[in-house]
């Protein structure tokens, strides 16, 4: 006899009776209809910020101005300018180790973080300039590298390590000039972004037990 648990004696075994039974293809349809419609608006973005205009850049290399092909022309030309290989070694840096050293800092600091208590005071000065606009960072180091040495710090400290090597003050170059650019952008984007892996690291980190990491 059914019991009021959904449950039959069958030979002194209760058996369960499924009162669900398989879920109903509508609902199923419904369910994916939803989700595709959630996730149309971040597609289309996605579309259109980063698939487009890589296609658009691709297009515009191998064409003219009359959308004529032309091949790698426009590359032969690039490679063949004044100071091209400069460019692509500055790009490589970039592209290459810019991200190497952020990373590793990230994990350096999560893991000293988490060992010692000046890595954990180090690891939260250098999380701070998420919480910052990247405006301010840049308005930071502007005046860290400021050619002054009674204003930038990193000039202040250049020129006194020139005095203490024998050198002349007046010889060190300006920290923001063309010279030492590229390595002031550098610094002030690895400052900016290695907060980030300090907590992705640290996150991960804690999910390890002490004796393992």
């Excluded at 009674?150 to 000039?155: D, E, F, K, L």
Aim: glycine share 10%; proline share 8%; charged share 15%.
């Amino acid at each position: 006899m059914p019991t009021g648990d959904s449950s039959i004696d069958l030979l002194s075994e209760p058996v369960v009776l499924d009162d669900l039974g398989p879920a109903r293809r509508d609902r199923a349809h419904s369910g994916a209809w939803l989700s595709a419609a959630l996730l149309l608006p971040g597609a289309a973005v996605l579309v259109g910020v980063v698939f487009w205009p890589v296609l658009r850049i691709v297009h515009a290399s191998v064409t003219d101005p009359d959308d004529g092909f032309v091949g790698l022309r426009h590359f032969r030309a690039t490679l063949q300018a004044e100071g091209a290989w400069s460019v692509f070694g500055r790009t490589l840096l970039w592209a290459l180790v810019v991200p190497a050293v952020v990373t590793a800092l990230g994990f350096g600091l999560a893991y000293l973080s988490r060992a010692s208590p000046l890595g954990r005071v180090l690891g939260w000065v250098l999380v701070a300039p998420i919480a910052l606009p990247l405006v301010v960072t840049g308005i930071a180091f502007r005046f860290v590298y400021d050619p002054d040495p009674g204003r930038g710090p990193a000039t202040g400290i250049a020129v006194t390590v020139a005095g203490w090597l024998g050198r002349d003050p007046d010889t060190v170059p300006a920290w923001l000039g063309p010279e030492l650019i590229t390595f002031s952008l550098m610094s002030a984007f690895v400052w900016a972004w290695v907060g980030l892996g300090v907590i992705v690291f640290r996150t991960a980190l804690d999910q390890i037990p002490r004796e393992l990491a």
